[in-house]
């Protein structure tokens, strides 16, 4: 490939965290644990809600969308990161760096509607209560969820098919974890002006637009809990929405601090994608679980079960293991 000539690239380069072999056993640790964690954590949560007929409720039927898609944003790039630690490579294919860039777009975009859809649920619950079952309806809490993974789909798709009319002939560095599509624009020797306004707006819809929506939510939430006159109800009715707020809290302050900062290639930057792409799927299932009951509840209930049926097994197999013994 000779500088200055646009071509095709076969190849990208994630810089990652560090180029010191000493520091490599401890980042694959570190996040190979993070990693197992998350998908078990979330998984646990869907089990519970789809296992308890208690919690087939409009708030939990979103919760476990939400567990699902945490699985999927964090499976897009830790375990590429993984790899490449493991066989010390810092390589991702032309047709792999695309494929990951479409795939977080789509799960990131899941995770901001998800979380204000559940704003919205939690307005009504708290605003609306008499009009709840009729409002959240099974229908209409499937159209939420089909209207979010249309949009998160269309959006990605578009963007991921601009990448590829570019050519890039200068540089094919990438000095984040995963291929980040900011950084890989700023790698294009072709017309990325297209590319860039469709970035900006729909980060800007995907961003504003929903926290708007679930700012506007939350003033009409502490408003109505502020109008309740005893101390016990207003407690009871911030519980319901104390999870959602500090995951909230949590994937957009650090989703911001990504796209506020100045240098795009600092630790900072780094840190913060780490902190709302591993971290706060990571840490979802702890906090709806810790500050619900009813999760806390269904989780005891299907660790039981797990439990048993080990304990059970256990049991038979050294049943089985006796009889032999004692007919031999």
């Known amino acids: 490939m ?26 694959f640790g570190l996040f190979l644990s993070m990693f197992s964690v998350t998908v078990l954590g979330n998984l646990i949560i869907i089990l519970a809600v789809s296992s308890d007929s208690h919690l087939h409720t409009p708030m939990y039927f979103f919760l476990s969308n939400l567990s699902f898609v945490d699985i999927c944003f964090t499976s897009t790039t830790v375990p590429k990161m993984l790899v490449n630690i493991q066989t010390q490579s810092k390589a991702i294919s032309y047709a792999g ?31 609306h209560p008499l009009h709840y079952a009729v409002i959240m309806n099974p229908r209409l809490c499937g159209l939420l969820v089909l209207m979010s993974w249309f949009i998160s789909l269309t959006y990605s798709l578009i963007q991921s098919l601009l990448m590829l009319r570019l050519s890039f002939c200068t540089s094919w560095v990438i000095s984040h974890f995963y291929c980040e599509l900011a950084q890989a624009l700023t790698l294009a020797c072709s017309d990325t002006l297209i590319n860039h306004i469709l970035l900006y707006v729909v980060t800007g819809l995907l961003g504003i637009v929903p926290f708007s929506g679930i700012l506007f939510s939350y003033i009409r939430i502490v408003s ?37 900062s ?67």
């Not at 076969?10 to 401890?26: A, I």
């Not at 494929?99 to 605003?127: E, K």
């Not at 309740?228 to 407690?235: H, L, T, V």
């Open 97 to 127: 760096c695309i494929t990951q860039m479409y795939f977080f777009m789509v799960f990131g975009g899941m995770d901001t509607f998800l979380l204000t859809v559940m704003a919205y649920d939690r307005f009504v619950a708290i605003c």
């Open 224 to 260: 109505s809990i502020l109008r309740i006159p005893s101390a016990d109800g207003k407690y009871k009715a911030f519980s319901t929405c104390g999870s959602h707020l500090s995951v909230v809290s949590l994937f957009y302050g650090t989703g911001f601090g990504v796209y506020l």
């Open 262 to 328: 100045s240098d795009a290639n600092t630790w900072r930057s780094m840190i913060a994608s780490v902190m709302y792409t591993v971290v706060t799927p990571m840490l979802n299932p702890f906090i709806y679980s810790l500050r619900n009951r009813d999760i806390t509840r269904a989780l005891q209930k299907v660790l039981g079960r797990i439990f048993y049926v080990q304990s059970w097994e256990h049991l038979s197999r050294d049943f089985k293991l006796t009889v032999v013994a004692a007919v031999g």
């Open 2 to 27: 000779e500088p200055g000539n646009q071509t095709s690239v076969s190849d990208f380069l994630l810089l990652g965290f560090s180029e010191d072999s000493e520091h490599q056993p401890m980042l």
